[in-house]
């Protein structure tokens, strides 16, 4: 998958009157550049309104672009939107493409036909989806009468059947329970490691990416603001670890040049101290000059790094 200055614009109209109205042009993707290789876990993450349904879009050829060159499995989406929807899978978290009166079953049957599946192939994803994503009870079932989780796993089998080597998720675990999610993680890992299926997952479940991405991309505003290793955020959000000390009893703050204590609890103290910096020397340091029953490090927590990020501090350090 491959995009280079990528852009989408919408004209957007806006009634200002009984009959006036204003025209406005909406950028919402503004010349992105990135690419995935085959067998890929991708991250693409944004807050609300950045632009990552629409690069989905333009993806699977539903929205043609505006500028720049866009390719899929080597093709071209928009042009030949019939012969991707063959290579590719896309699930979307917040609507179905299952027949809401219909059992699951009988959504599966007309996928089979609609995309000319030999039925052997089609036999044996369906197994294995029914197996992996504990769908055997269920194929019986009109849509309607599942519940969230269940329809999501009906779906994401939905998007497999035919085999595809890219799938696009879109919010897969938005609304699910804990036990849920952790079922749809699983199979998406097993599914990427087995099959090399490359995958682009957008999510506001920051726990989906890290446990399931090695790489992601922030999109904020129409433009890729970061793209490369989770732990590679910590660095670029220039965030803070915590340092979390137990003092044989109850002290005045620690004073070290290293590190600030942001909150005291009786005998524990709460230090921040640079994520991109080792513990090892701070702690050395309390250590020989307090009295310490116990120590241990906290690591930042993303989402706490992710909104100083949108608050314009990645900005700052990239320019
Ligand atoms: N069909 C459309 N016509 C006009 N504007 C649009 C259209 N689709 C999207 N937009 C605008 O483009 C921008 C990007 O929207 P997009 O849906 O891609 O964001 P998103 O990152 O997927 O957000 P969310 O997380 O809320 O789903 C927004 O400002 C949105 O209002």
Redesign the pocket.
């Known amino acids: 998958m491959r995009l280079e200055r990528v852009e989408k614009v ?1 004209d ?1 109209r806006r009634r200002t009157g009984f009959l006036r109205s204003e025209r406005r042009q ?1 950028r ?2 503004d010349s992105i550049s990135f690419s995935v290789a085959r067998g890929e876990m991708v991250g693409y993450i ?10 989905i879009k333009m993806l699977t050829g539903i929205l043609t672009p505006s500028g720049g060159r866009l390719r899929v499995a080597g093709i071209d989406p928009s042009r030949e939107r019939t012969r991707l929807a063959r290579r590719i899978g896309v699930v979307f978290g917040q609507r179905t493409t299952l027949w809401w009166d219909l059992p699951l079953i009988d959504s599966y049957r007309l996928m089979h036909r609609m995309y000319r599946v030999p039925d052997a192939r089609f036999r044996e994803n369906l197994d294995r989806c029914v197996e992996l994503l504990e769908l055997g009870a269920l194929l019986d079932v009109p849509v309607r009468q599942l519940s969230l989780g269940q329809r999501m796993r009906g779906d994401i089998a939905a998007a497999l059947l035919h085999d595809p080597e890219v799938l696009y998720l879109d919010e897969p675990t938005i609304g699910l329970d804990v036990v849920s999610k952790a079922k749809v993680r699983e199979f998406l890992r097993d599914l990427n490691a087995e099959r090399g299926t490359t995958v682009l997952l ?1 999510t ?1 479940d920051l726990q989906d990416i890290e446990q399931l991405c090695s790489r992601v991309m922030v ?1 904020d505003q ?1 433009r890729l603001m970061y793209d490369g290793p989770l732990t590679g955020l910590h660095a670029v959000g220039d965030s803070e670890r915590t340092l979390v000390v137990d003092l044989e009893r109850e002290l005045p703050p620690i004073r070290t040049p290293d590190a600030r204590v942001v909150r005291v609890e009786g005998p524990r103290q709460w230090l921040a101290f640079p994520a991109s910096r080792s513990a090892a020397p701070l702690v050395a340091q309390i250590a020989a000059e307090y009295p310490v029953v116990d120590l241990s490090v906290r690591e930042p927590d993303i989402e706490a790094v992710i909104a100083k990020m949108y608050a314009g501090q990645l900005e700052r350090t990239l320019s």
């Open positions: 919408f957007v909406v919402a993707v944004g807050p609300n309104g950045a632009g990552k349904s629409t690069t957008t506001h999109i129409g």
